[in-house]
Nanobody, 125 residues
Framework: QVELAESGGGSVQNGGSLRLSCAASGNIVSVDTMGWYRQAPGNLEMVAVINTEGSPRYGDLVKGRFTISRDNAKNTVYLEMSSLKPEDTAMYYC????????????????????WGQGTQVTVSS
């Protein structure tokens, strides 16, 4: 019923920049917290999250280099990444807490936790 579609990953040199986007679609009524997580071989790590008021929170490793923002009208979250380092190399996943309307139109479902398929970011030295 709800899908998150990420875009913007790719390969860059050390010190480069990339912008990730993630759009939520479906019978959406509201989207609460949205965010980005990443996974290299190992644990899943929180990169940045943002609430409906636009208040961000960042992981310690990306503070000062990454900026998260959102467009509530488009149900879209963005991640501007600058001063990228090889250790930023990972699969980046979008996550959102979404409330949506059932197909029958008579029931609200959620908020439920949704994840995108991921977009690869590779930073070479």
């Amino acid at each position: 019923q709800v899908e998150l579609a990420e875009s913007g990953g790719g390969s860059v040199q050390n010190g480069g920049s990339l912008r990730l986007s993630c759009a939520a679609s479906g019978n959406i009524v509201s989207v609460d917290t949205m965010g980005w997580y990443r996974q290299a071989p190992g644990n899943l790590e929180m990169v940045a999250v943002i609430n409906t008021e636009g208040s961000p929170r960042y992981g310690d490793l990306v503070k000062g280099r990454f900026t998260i923002s959102r467009d509530n009208a488009k149900n879209t979250v963005y991640l501007e990444m600058s001063s990228l380092k090889p250790e930023d190399t990972a699969m980046y996943y979008c996550r959102a807490d979404v409330t949506y309307m059932s197909d029958t139109g008579d029931m609200l479902i959620g908020p439920s936790d949704y994840w995108g398929q991921g977009t690869q970011v590779t930073v070479s030295s």
